[in-house]
């Protein structure tokens, strides 16, 4: 007889294994499902993590090959190791996915290894066994977005998981998709002398981000070298041994061009991940998007199964598939587990970063709230100025009558760790005021939220 659980979740990534040792703390006995030889799920074997240890590599070699001049600092002979740093790469990988194999066992969370099927109502077959458990968790997360007529090889052609594996700097990366992964892993190749082209089909970068920022944004990254296609698409690749010939068009029609590519990154965006699970013989329904359809509380429509992550509607981010980790683990010990939808930062890991949280102008405009700006950039601020990395600027958005914070918008050295300041204010239903009113230490970056928390109001000191 196989085992029985109080919990079995399905998928190890941050949404499925935080949910298991939070299942775990409350006094579950829980089991987590996962096929891939390591655990962690997207975000630590081929997301979030590799991508960040190569984006602080890459950072390193053209801070030291082309930054450090201005600091008076002469270095000859930089060299570059790609076979050293892509090992880095996976030692920072393993040690994470190891640091999950051993929270797990803390935790006496069972790794189920191999794929997982939801038989129905308290019922999972991982490899040929089927085990029995009160309640069942999908956490199976996403997969590439392919393009027609561009068939991906992870060679020639990649998605992200061949861009962070590439053996050799290509000459030419020409990426597909100006969002999140294009512009990281862009930013990677050309900081290791790729030349790289971005061909977007929207007449913007990175949207849903605040459109001032992403402007702004696009013009620091063309300084630095990146070319951008906006308004275009691909319409289809052909490949020989000397690269890929991609057919381009104006996306609101016109002449057909060619570009050459060396290697291609197809990054259109994610799709919810489902495939071999059951979903559609045990009655679990789906969104017109193919993603699990939950209710407030993460159940689907059957009883006993629920779903959290990418698989289900919002963000496509770690930290959201791990707050709703915790929340529904929460709710199924009987507790409140809840998620504050309205307070989810967003991170873009190039240099400088760009980071947000809550509303953008738009969105403001566009449900007709009247709201206060208060901007501040980062060349009047003194530590970004001895740091050299001036781009970019604080941007926060108040209610015109209340002052309460409804977004905050940064570009900028270090913006991921300063929009944890605008994120806390969210949570806390503060007023641009209260921001303003904290004492930020000087000289620090986070000075310029400050200052920005001042502009909403006019009065701010160093501007
Ligand atoms: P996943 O991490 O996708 O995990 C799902 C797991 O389920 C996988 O391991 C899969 O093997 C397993 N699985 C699927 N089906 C089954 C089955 N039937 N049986 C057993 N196992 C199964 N987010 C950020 O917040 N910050 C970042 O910096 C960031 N960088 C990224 C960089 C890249 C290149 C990519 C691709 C993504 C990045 N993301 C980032 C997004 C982040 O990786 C995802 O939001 C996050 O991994 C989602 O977590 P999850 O638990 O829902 O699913
Ligand atoms: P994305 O949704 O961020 O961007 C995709 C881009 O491709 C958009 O700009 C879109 O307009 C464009 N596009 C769509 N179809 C196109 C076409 N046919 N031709 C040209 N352009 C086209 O998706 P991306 O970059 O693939 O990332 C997927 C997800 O992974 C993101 O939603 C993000 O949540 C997550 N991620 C998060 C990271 C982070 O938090 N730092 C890092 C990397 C990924």
Redesign the pocket.
Known sequence: MADSFDLIV???????YVCAVRAAQLGMKVAC????ETLG???LN???IP??ALLQSSENFEEIAHKFADHGITVEGVKLDLARMQARKGEVVTANTKGVEFLFKKNKVTWLKG???ILGQGKVEVAGTTYETKSIVI????ESVPLRGVEVDEKQVVT?TGA?ELPAVPKHLVVIGAGV?GLELGSVWRRLGAEVTVIEFLDRILPGMDNEVAKQFERVLSKQGFKFKLGHKVTGATKSEAGVTLSVEPAKGGEAQSIEADVVLVAIG?RA?VE??GLEAAGVALDDRGRVKTDHHFATNVPGIYA????IVGP????K?EDEGVAIAEILAGQHGHVNYAAIPGVV?TWPEVAAVGATEEELKAAGVAYKVGKFPFTANGRARAMGDTDGFAKILADKTTDRVLGAHILGPDAGALIAEMVTAMEFGASAEDVARICHAHPTLSEAVKEAALAVDGRAIHI
């Open positions: 399905i998928g190890a990534g941050p949404g499925g499902v996962e096929k891939r799920g997207t975000c081929i997301g979030c991508s960040k794929e997982g099927k956490a199976t997360g996403s992200s962070l992964i994610r991940y071999g699970l959290i992550g990418d698989v496509m981010l770690a930290h598939a890991y």
